[in-house]
């Protein structure tokens, strides 16, 4: 009768436990902070917070953000991310005067839930190192009315290549936001505009147009307000359950900061002039080693930085190019025309090096300058030791030895041995040789000096 009260306890138990699968479901919820422009440091940050909440069985994943823009390849990791999340992930613009402008709108469109605080903004999502070609807003010629037309005005346009560049990029961030705000089921019209025309739109003015889904004062708020929100998460509905939920920040580990710090387009300009100029003084002075290997390690992370940065490799090769010519001028004088076209390409290439427009993404031009007139005063430096050192006399090789003073070590009339530089050397001489006499070296063939001997007043007999 026991056993059968239990087992009837342990069913409804198992039972109660079944019919609820929220029970089950980890009330947990992770929170990251981005801010600033979105980089290949910050899209790691990202995927390896979002794959720590995935593997928590997290109720959902919160991003506060604040940015101006970032790179393209870095957004398009993280939305494919988002996309692909069994976690709902929620953005939430903050705090007051925080924006999600360019790519920051982009990741707002992507997220499962997009939220903002008052006073903040988004959108300016135009491809920003194609904005030159951009037509203006106020362009008074009127826009197409239907795909169709926009397809024939397109054509009939005897563009040049820059416009026809500039069209494509434009197009395909277009098709790619639009895509985005049907997924989602916002204002795929005004995500158009945000692109095509650079608008903005304030918090409240976007939860009007249907542009994100919640305006929340704070976090608690956003909280509150998630509180039995429907979303879709890879195609099912589920609904967000925020009552009991456990806030965890997740912050940037060490990886997450070496990243970010070397892939800062100034820290990865300098480690490349480390690096090359660690390899030249270890390729002047063979064996010193230190300079080697600090240059090796220097040029290896500027490269892998550089891997994942918008390098112009026009740039790039004017800089080693500039440098070549300014090793030239040093060991080759040409009266300064190859020091200054060293120069000149080595700015040149500085300016070009970072090929794009992004907030944060130039190579400042206090560094270029300083390291500039580093460059310039090392080699000046260098050129003026070669240029000193040629009124020296020679003091080892060969040439050395033409012309030194040696003794005879023995008596000799043809061959034997003489002393020159505390060396014992064997000689050759048409005129005989006592031992203590002495001599001057006239040739040196292979280990034998052909010596001639020396009168008293000390000129060749």
Known sequence: MMRAWLLSVIFTLSAAGGSNPLAAQSQ????????????????????RSLEQAIEADAAFMLVRLDTPGGL??????MIKQIIASPVPVVTYVTPGGARAASAGTYLLYASHVAAMTPATNLGAATPVQMSPGFAPADDKSPPPETGQDKKQEADSEPANDGDAMTRKVVNDAVAYIKGLAELRGRNAEWAEKAVREAQSLTAEAALADNVIDIVATNQRDLIQQLNGKKVKVLGNETTLETDAVTLTEILPDWRNKVLEIITNPNI????????IYGLIFEFANPGSIVPGTIGSICLLLALFSFQILPINYAGLALILLGIALMVAEAFQPSFGVLGL???????????????TELPGYGVNMGIIAGVTVSTVAFFLMALGMVLRNRDHPIVSGQEEMIGAVCVADEHFSERGKVLVHGERWTAVTRTPLKKGDKAVVKALEGLTLEVEALAKDGEAI
Do not use: H, N, Q
Not at 341 to 355: C, K, N, T
């Open 72 to 77: 393209d390849l870095s957004m398009r990791e």
């Open 28 to 47: 947990a919820a992770y929170i990251i902070e981005i801010e600033g422009v979105i980089s290949p440091a910050t899209a790691d940050y990202f995927s």
């Open 268 to 275: 990865a300009y300098i480690l490349m002039m480390i690096g």
């Open 341 to 355: 076209g060293g120069v000149a390409a080595f700015v040149a290439g500085s300016v070009m090096l970072i090929d």
